[in-house]
C-alpha cells in the first residue's frame, strides 16, 4: 500500500474552538479512532447554493490537506479549503440549534437555518 500524499495546513485554514475539541474528542473516542479527525467539506445544495459536510474520518487521503488544531485533526480537500479559509469550528449543545458550527469569514450570504451559505 502506498504512502498518502497530503498536505500539513495550519489554523489560518481552520481553528477548532474549545467546546468543538472536547466534543470531537469524546466522538473520535467513542468511534475507537482517537488519532482520526474531523472531515469538513462544501459540497453543493442547500438554501443558499453552498452547505457543509462532516464526516469523522481516520486520516487523510491524497491531495487531502490536514490541520491540527486544538488537540485534534481536521481534514479537508483543496476545493473545499478555498471556501473554508479563515473558518472556526464551534460546537453547541443547545437544543435547537446544536451540533458543529462553521463560522466562516467567506460566506457572504447564509440562510437561516445555518446549514448552507453563499461565497
Not at 477548532?16 to 475539541?21: F, G, I, K, Q, R
Not at 466522538?27 to 462532516?54: F, H, N, P, T, W
Amino acid at each position: 500500500m502506498s504512502a498518502v500524499n497530503y498536505k500539513i495546513g495550519n489554523e489560518k485554514l481552520v481553528k477548532v474552538l474549545d467546546n468543538a475539541s472536547v466534543h470531537l474528542r469524546g466522538l473520535l473516542e467513542k468511534q475507537g479512532r482517537a488519532d482520526g479527525g474531523l472531515r469538513i467539506a462544501v459540497i453543493g445544495g442547500g438554501c443558499s447554493g453552498l452547505q457543509y459536510k462532516m464526516d469523522l474520518v481516520d486520516g487523510p487521503r491524497d491531495r487531502d490537506i490536514l490541520v491540527p488544531s486544538n488537540g485534534v485533526n481536521v481534514v479537508i480537500d483543496p476545493k473545499s479549503a478555498l471556501f473554508v479559509s479563515g473558518s472556526e469550528l464551534d460546537f453547541s449543545d443547545d437544543l435547537q440549534q446544536g451540533g458543529f458550527k462553521v463560522t466562516n469569514p467567506n460566506a457572504v450570504v447564509t440562510c437561516s437555518c445555518g446549514e448552507s451559505f453563499a461565497a
